[in-house]
């Protein structure tokens, strides 16, 4: 009977997930960059001005998820119809998953975002990252934009 017990208790255990147990590996930015251009992920890249931002739903834990709409200003790399406007998420990950938690944008801030082609060719966002921080790593964007 104990040992019955003392296996569903081990079993319960493992089965609830904790914040050390939430993601498989935690990247660098330079890092998920990198490997965003070398596996091919990464089809095109554009500076963004950030026109409005808000919280999506309640902080969880250190997660407090946000999405933004940015008016594309340039687009740095990549072939295909570079939209106008995008919108795209950041703060679901927890600071155990994440390598930084950027806070909610302000309108008026520049943004780099990465994009990758969808099934139907359109660009979807892929990640992004403040104008400062992405020009700290990335070796592709301009000197004009570090």
Not at 46 to 70: N, Y
Request: glycine residues 8%; proline residues 10%; contains cysteine.
């Amino acid at each position: 009977m104990w040992r019955l017990i003392s296996i569903i208790l081990t079993f319960a255990a493992f089965a609830v997930p904790d914040v050390a147990q939430a993601c498989r590996v935690m990247m660098s930015p330079e890092q998920k960059i990198a490997g965003g251009y070398e596996n091919g992920a990464i089809s095109a890249v554009a500076l963004v001005k950030i026109e409005q931002a808000e919280h999506i739903r309640e902080p969880i834990h250190d997660s407090h998820p946000w999405r933004a709409r940015a008016r594309v200003l340039v687009p740095i790399m990549g072939d295909g119809h570079f939209p106008e406007h995008v919108e795209f998420e950041r703060g679901h990950g927890s600071a155990a998953c994440e390598w930084s938690l950027p806070p909610l944008p302000k309108r008026g801030d520049r943004w780099v975002v990465y994009f990758f082609t969808g099934v139907e060719g359109g660009l979807i966002p892929w990640t992004a990252f403040p104008q400062t921080e992405a020009a700290s790593f990335d070796p592709i964007l301009p000197p004009d934009l570090r």
